[in-house]
């Protein structure tokens, strides 16, 4: 079902560093991201995919973990990601596709979550860094969200909103991540 898949495909910031993906997967999962919708039809985003240990630590240093989560820098080595897909779009075809950029991302989530994987959408990227290591032209593309995929290692709850409304994500002292989601009568404003 849609909504367990949903469920199941939370934002997971801790991984099983020993598991491989291959690229066969990634593949499958741009496969995916071809199937969807795009504005005019234009089809501009373009994949980098990067399932390697040496380019996996130099994307790792360049993209930011849960900036709510103040102690936490992020991973430890031993719970990294252990594939990554870069969202690029191509200029020369359309320009400031964000929403074509977040359609793609939710389908590739929800690919990798069908395959047991799971991961995080990377918004807080470096993007000149990662444009130099991973030799993107960045006359042609803007490098627009990075997927960090594992096999998580961690459990993520959604719960309610608390009374003061934060919707801020938070962990206990087990490390069990808290996802406050609003209310669907919250969210129909008529
Ligand atoms: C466009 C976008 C950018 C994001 N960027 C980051 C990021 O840079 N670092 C991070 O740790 N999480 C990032 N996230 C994950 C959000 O923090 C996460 O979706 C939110 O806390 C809700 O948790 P959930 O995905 O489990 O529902 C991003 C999510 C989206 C949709």
Redesign the pocket.
Known sequence: MLKELLLK?????RFDESFEIKCEELRELVELARLTPSSVNWQPLRFVLVNDKETNAKVFEN??????LKDWK?PEEGERPTAYVVILTDTTVAKNMKTD??IV??TMMLGAAEKGLGG??????NRENVARLLAIDTERYTID??LALGKPVET?K?VDLPENGCTN?YRDENGV?Y?P?RSVDELIIK
């Open positions: 495909n939370r934002s997971y910031r993209v930011a973990w849960a900036g709510l992020g950029v977040g991302a939710q995080c959408m990377i918004g807080s990227v969200l990075v993520v959604i994500y991540h996802v989601k």
